[in-house]
Structure formats: structure tokens, C-alpha cells
């Protein structure tokens, strides 16, 4: 399994980011697929799950109606668009199949003026 996050960066307040998360080592199109972030000193949280079939489950309330998850099972990649986003956001990025135990590396966003 292996699991390969990008699309993170600097960005101001109010600022968009998208980030993509390409997978490959298993049948992507059968797993629920989650973004989480952690903060510095701050534990891992879930903020968003995606079903196989595309449809979302789960969005952390801080990021709701904000954050999109998303995936596109041809290219085994899972997304997440992020709008108006804030200081509070900032926060390394993962993502994972739900029940398997594997990360990759991380995106770092950082919001800020």
C-alpha cells in the first residue's frame, strides 16, 4: 500500500487549496477513503470520509460547507478542495483507506497573512 499526498502550500485566509491523494497496493475502488489533519501538538482528527461508490459520509463540523472530499476511481485518487480557509486549518494533511493501516507522508498547509 502506498499512499502519496500533495497539493499543500501556504496560502492567506480566505485562500483555496486542493489536495490530491493518489493510491496504489489495493483495489482503490472498494475502500472508504478519509482525510485527516494534525496540528503541532494537537491529535490526529478525521475531517472527511468518502465512500467507494463517491458518495461522502463524513465532514468534521469545523469544516463543513467549506472542505469537499471527492475521489476519482480511475486514477486512484481521492481529493479534497478546501475554500475559505483559515489560521485554524493549518495542519499537515493525510489521507487513508479506512481500514487499512498505512499512511503517506503528508501535505503541509499552512494558513496565514
Known amino acids: 500500500v502506498h499512499l502519496v499526498e500533495s497539493g499543500g502550500g501556504l496560502v492567506q485566509p480566505g485562500g483555496s487549496l486542493r489536495l490530491s491523494c493518489v493510491a496504489s497496493?489495493?483495489?482503490?475502488?472498494?475502500?472508504?477513503m478519509r482525510w485527516y489533519r494534525q496540528a503541532p501538538g494537537a491529535e490526529r482528527e478525521v475531517v472527511a470520509s468518502?465512500?467507494?461508490?463517491?458518495?461522502?459520509?463524513y465532514y468534521l463540523d469545523a469544516v463543513k460547507d467549506r472542505f469537499t472530499i471527492s475521489r476519482d476511481n480511475a486514477k486512484s485518487t481521492t481529493y479534497l478542495q478546501m475554500n475559505n480557509l483559515k489560521p485554524a486549518d493549518t495542519a499537515v494533511y493525510f489521507c487513508?483507506?479506512?481500514?487499512?493501516?498505512?499512511w503517506g507522508q503528508g501535505t503541509q498547509v499552512t494558513v496565514s497573512s
Open positions: 487513508k483507506a479506512a481500514v487499512l493501516d498505512y
Open positions: 497496493g489495493f483495489t482503490f475502488s472498494t475502500y472508504m
Open positions: 468518502i465512500k467507494g461508490n463517491g458518495v461522502a459520509t
